[in-house]
């Protein structure tokens, strides 16, 4: 992803953040409270473009940074290449979404088979 689009998703999430009137505390306790906690810490970086939501769980809280700031669904989401938000980098950005899943599904079978866990 170019360093521009990076700069698009911070910048955006940052005027949503300050139009909101919230803080990074108040907008974290929220999220938690609407199961999908993240730190004010990553809820920094993402704001300044040190990092960007990556995982699939990550994703479902940029969803719901969204709603609880009164955006439009999906964008921020698609800033980021999530999927649903069509073509181009989002549909890249899906199969990685994606994967991690089947992984993490396939890691969990082979813990609950275990007799010694």
């Given amino acids: 992803m170019a360093a521009g689009e990076d700069e698009k998703f911070a910048g955006e999430l940052r005027r949503a ?13 929220r999220l938690r409270t609407r199961q999908r906690p993240v730190s004010v810490a990553t809820l920094s970086n993402w704001q300044s473009g040190r990092s960007l939501p990556g995982g699939e769980q990550s994703l479902g809280v940029v969803a719901a940074i969204e709603e609880l700031l009164g955006r439009p669904p999906e964008s921020l ?15 890249r950005r ?17 813990r609950s088979a275990s007799p010694l866990r």
């Fill in 94 to 110: 899906a199969s990685s979404v994606i994967a991690p899943r089947k992984r993490c599904s396939v890691r969990r079978s082979r």
């Fill in 77 to 91: 989401a698609e800033l980021v290449g999530a999927p649903g938000c069509g073509g181009g980098r989002c549909a």
């Fill in 17 to 29: 953040i300050e139009q909101s009137g919230l803080t990074l505390t108040a907008i974290s306790q």
